[in-house]
């Protein structure tokens, strides 16, 4: 059982990030090489079984995730830092960049329960393993989920669209208590299913909650209550759909898979950037699709300062629903 313990000040600073590539990543790992996985994820996973292709390209990473990530309490921090909150670009960046110092405690770690297969001993002080090592994470995210981002990336925002609507009805205190059976919140202290006995005291430092699809039954943190704090828990399972992965083929082969993505990525609300981030696409192209879909009369852009929000219409909604 993990215990948070929570100030006023730290619910002023908690709040309900975006999907997090990295984080997705190594669950999605976990996922692949549980025996009792949930049936949830058997579509996905059969999708991969039927790709040649894609399992060649994510081998190696898998091969990686595997030793670095092993099933277990622990896996090091350096995997899913802050900056993948930003996007897989950025958080690949981050993990290429981490500290000589901050691999060799981490590595350190992780032996003492995991020993590392002998090519990843120098991993702490060989730059260019490091990076080969990232090259394959990124190769292995492309293979084992970029593929089927759009439906991840609208399951999340589906999810952070519910959170919105809970904290407009009770604040952080509803959010917290509806996030569901992983948790129990009774102010001071969240109480969350977890795999390690744990106290963590923000200590006004808030909290970044961070939905995800792969998670399993139990939620995630990073082993370093040192960081900025993170909890990483599965989304609503109202947020989910079982055929996900074959569920909007008509509404693809009628405005493609791009614009499908872009449509269905909007959520309760959605900036140009935003999108172009859940959907993994440049900026311009997004907001490209997106005014095709404005002139098609199944979205709406309006400036607000220095942004553009972007927001389904009745008609973009209800062409949305009926592909699901």
């Not at 490091?130 to 759009?150: F, K, N, Q, W």
């Not at 370093?224 to 947020?239: G, K, Q």
């Not at 859940?278 to 311009?284: D, K, Q, W």
């Not at 979205?299 to 009745?314: E, F, I, W």
Request: charged share 20%.
């Amino acid at each position: 059982m993990l215990r948070l313990h929570f100030t006023e000040s730290d619910l002023a600073r908690t709040f309900v990030g975006t999907i997090d590539p990295l984080w997705e990543m190594v669950l999605s790992g976990f996922r692949l090489r549980e025996r009792d996985r949930l049936p949830i994820f058997e579509p996905w996973v059969r999708r991969l079984r039927t790709d040649q292709r894609a399992r060649e390209r994510m081998a190696p990473g898998a091969t990686v995730l595997a030793a670095l990530a092993p099933t277990g309490p622990y896996f090091p921090d350096f995997l899913t830092p802050p900056e993948s909150g930003e996007g897989l670009s950025e958080g690949l960046a981050a993990l290429s960049a981490t500290p000589r110092r901050e691999l060799a405690t981490q590595l350190g770690q992780l032996e003492v329960a995991s020993p590392l297969p002998g090519w990843l001993t120098g991993l702490a002080a060989d730059r260019r393993l490091l990076a080969r090592v990232t090259g394959a994470l990124g190769s292995y995210y492309e293979a084992a989920i970029g593929s089927g981002s759009d439906l991840v990336q609208s399951a999340v925002a589906a999810d952070r669209a519910l959170r919105a609507q809970q904290f407009l009805a009770g604040g952080i205190d509803a959010v917290l208590s509806a996030i569901g059976p992983v948790v129990r919140w009774r102010y001071p202290v969240l109480e969350v299913r977890h795999d390690v006995d744990q106290d963590l005291y923000l200590r006004g430092r808030g909290l970044r909650l961070v939905p995800s699809f792969f998670c399993g039954t139990t939620a995630c943190t990073l082993a370093d209550p040192a960081l900025s704090p993170v909890l990483v828990y599965p989304i609503d399972p109202s947020c989910r759909w079982t055929d996900a992965l074959t569920s909007r083929e008509p509404l693809r082969a009628l405005i493609g898979s791009t614009r499908t993505a872009v449509l269905a990525a909007i959520g309760s609300g959605a900036t140009t950037t935003e999108l172009a981030r859940r959907v993994g696409t440049s900026t311009a192209s997004a907001s490209r699709h997106a005014s095709v879909l404005r002139s098609c009369g199944l979205l709406t852009s309006r400036r607000d300062g220095a942004v553009v929000v972007h927001n389904l219409t009745a008609l973009g909604q209800a062409l949305l629903e009926h592909a699901r």
